[in-house]
């Protein structure tokens, strides 16, 4: 589930339990039962879950006498609602798996944008020179592999040394993707006449018989 700037917004904004003051946890909705009705309407929503909260202190006790089983209430609030409402817990432990990092939504959020940038930059990456959206799309693990491949595509043509280390020192959890880019890299050195040393993997010409970084006879 990735979530809107919107949503993250909402969840990053103090929003304050009017029970008990306390600043209040952003969760994920819990995916639904058949039958539970209307659902949720959102893919997040924020929770009191202070086990000093007057509401959920006092429901304990309405609960029982007015149904006789145990169960409590805290207070949740829905984005873009103009307040919130008391929702059903059995138990203190209701709704904690489901409270969201949002330092990680954030990261993956940004990681998402920058993905988009680059695929949008890739049109016009050969003829700018430009190797940078190229090698995030290649490096980056999480991306589609359908852009990372185009991206690997595009290598020979901008054909710039620059992408040898950083493909390289890659560790591809994508095998296709990792033979694809080191393949390039290959035909980019005999463009530029050049090979790695066996010895220290610096770059030499294609010709030279001792490394001129190593010393090492090729
Ligand atoms: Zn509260
Ligand atoms: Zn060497």
């Not at 700037?5 to 639904?32: A, G, K, S, Y």
């Not at 920058?114 to 190229?134: F, H, I, S, Y």
């Not at 090698?135 to 852009?147: G, P, Q, T």
């Amino acid at each position: 589930m990735i979530l809107t700037d919107e949503l993250l917004e909402f969840i990053e904004e103090e929003h304050l339990c009017p029970h008990c003051n306390t600043r209040m946890t952003p969760c994920h909705t819990p995916p639904l039962h058949v039958g539970d009705g209307l659902g949720w309407g959102s893919p997040v929503f924020m929770i009191c879950l202070n086990n000093d909260c007057s509401l959920y202190k006092k429901s304990w006790q309405e609960f029982e006498e007015r149904y006789g089983h145990v169960a409590s209430c805290r207070y949740m609030l829905l984005p873009g609602a103009d307040k919130g409402e008391p929702i059903m817990v059995a138990s203190c432990d209701a709704y904690t798996g489901c409270i969201i990092d949002v330092e990680e939504e954030r990261r993956r959020n940004q990681r998402r944008q920058k993905e988009k940038e680059a695929v949008a930059a890739l049109d016009t990456c050969v003829a700018d020179g430009n190797l940078a959206p190229v090698m995030l799309l290649i490096l980056d693990e999480n991306a589609k592999v359908e852009h990372r491949e185009r991206a690997c595509s595009l290598l020979d043509r901008i054909n710039d040394i620059a992408c040898v280390d950083p493909i390289r020192n890659h560790v591809f959890r994508h095998t296709e993707i990792g033979q694809l880019a080191n393949m390039a890299v290959d035909r980019i050195l005999k463009a530029h006449n050049l090979k790695e040393c066996p010895h220290c993997a610096e770059l030499v010409k294609a010709k030279a018989s001792v490394c001129k970084h190593c010393g090492r006879d090729l």
